[in-house]
């Protein structure tokens, strides 16, 4: 048995997140994507622990569940704090067994002068791997995951305030990290390049702050959908597949500065310097850059580690595209909501629905448009400095 999981999302209590992001919603989200455990998220704010303490059922197993939805206790926390010299950004994915161990947190978080009931991924001013310590201290089941490791502001190896590896961010509690999550701008191969990463499982999760982006990366694990499984899939690499946005989409992708245009490749970098051409600002160096930096030769150095991964383009993407149409628009929402209920969700629909299947619902253009992505025939324009990049069927 497998089941997918997205373990970073948000509720509408975080910062830059839809108020439409209530349970109900998430999990109803959940059923039309197709994904079978999902992170409650935010388990650290105070009127959102009271919505999931007050609506979540406790399985026999001990794990959660929503609407037929298992949920496992998940947050996002933001450590900020300086280490040699230099500001540090670094978020971390948390998981917990049980509530018990949620409200200790809570405690040891407010105990710290975290603000717990402003954003719903509070930032705390202790190091990565302090808090790794406390959060074991309270319940050595606990998870922690670096979160998308290479963004350039708040990724453990990101350019402006990250570390050049696992160790020098957490040093003695680098044991205890499982895994690494990849962010939208990075793909499991990307990373399996870095030595720094070695015997760390790779997983890609979808930092959905709106209902839609739900599950737009997910990892698929081998068990059943709960925690003693999660921590198995972990701690010990039972990833069996990793659904990924195409690295190029990501907003960090490339060397860029967004205000002025400016995007650049790697080497185009190399040879011109890291200033802006048009005004001379730092330019902010993107993953791939970052990647290279801390790849060594360039070659892949951790077969072990590597899983099966599919590169897509979002449903409502191909549909807008096909259309002709903007995505928030009622035609691609009533299509979109169309083909999910017809072929088993999205993640069906972009990996394993066949091409008469996809025709007869939503059409031929769609039809053709899934099969190029499958295919990687593409077509990108690459993100960077924080805009996103496209990505579209090759004509």
């Not at 400016?262 to 001379?280: F, I």
């Amino acid at each position: 048995m497998s089941f997918t999981a997205d373990l970073h999302l948000h509720s509408r209590y975080a910062y830059a997140c839809s108020k439409n992001l209530t349970l109900a919603n998430i999990a109803a989200w959940a059923k039309i994507k197709g994904i079978d455990l999902l992170s409650t998220a935010d388990f650290t704010h105070p009127a959102w622990l009271a919505e999931l303490e007050g609506n979540l059922t406790q399985t026999a197993e001990g794990d959660f569940e929503f609407d037929g939805v298992r949920f496992v206790l998940g947050t996002e926390l933001s450590c900020v704090y300086k280490q040699g010299g230099r500001s540090r950004r670094v978020h971390l994915l948390v998981f917990a067994p049980d509530l018990e161990s949620v409200r200790g947190i809570r405690e040891m978080l407010s105990g710290l002068n975290a603000k717990l009931n402003g954003d719903g991924r509070p930032t705390i001013g202790v190091s990565a791997r302090d808090l790794t310590a406390r959060l074991l201290d309270i319940n050595a089941d606990c998870l922690v995951v670096p979160a998308h490791i290479w963004t350039p502001w708040y990724g453990m190896l990101g350019s402006k305030s990250g570390f050049d590896s696992l160790d020098e961010c957490f040093e003695d509690m680098t044991p205890h990290i499982p895994a690494v999550e990849t962010g939208l701008s990075s793909d499991p191969e990307m990373n399996w390049r870095v030595p720094a990463l070695a015997g760390k499982s790779i997983v890609s999760f979808s930092d959905a702050h709106s209902l839609p982006n739900l599950g737009r990366e997910l990892t698929e694990f081998s068990g059943t959908p709960g925690y003693q499984d999660l921590a198995a899939g972990l701690n010990e690499n039972r990833v069996e597949r990793t659904i990924e946005f195409f690295p190029e989409e990501g907003k960090y992708h490339l060397n860029g500065h967004r205000k002025c245009g400016v995007s650049q490749s790697p080497d185009e970098t190399t040879q011109a310097g890291t200033r802006c051409p048009e005004c001379g600002r730092p330019l902010t160096l993107g993953v791939l850059h970052r990647v290279r930096d801390l790849s060594g030769d360039g070659q892949t150095v951790d077969e072990a580690a590597r899983r099966p991964y599919d590169r897509l383009v979002p449903l409502v993407e191909l549909l807008s595209q096909t259309l002709g149409k903007g995505r928030a628009t009622k035609s691609v929402a009533t299509a979109y909501h169309h083909i999910c209920s017809e072929l088993g969700g999205e993640i069906q629909v972009l990996t394993e629905a066949p091409f008469d299947d996809l025709e007869r619902v939503g059409g031929q253009a769609l039809a053709v448009a899934v099969t190029k992505v499958r295919a990687g025939q593409v077509e990108m324009v690459p993100g960077f400095d924080g805009q996103y990049g496209t990505v579209r069927p090759a004509d």
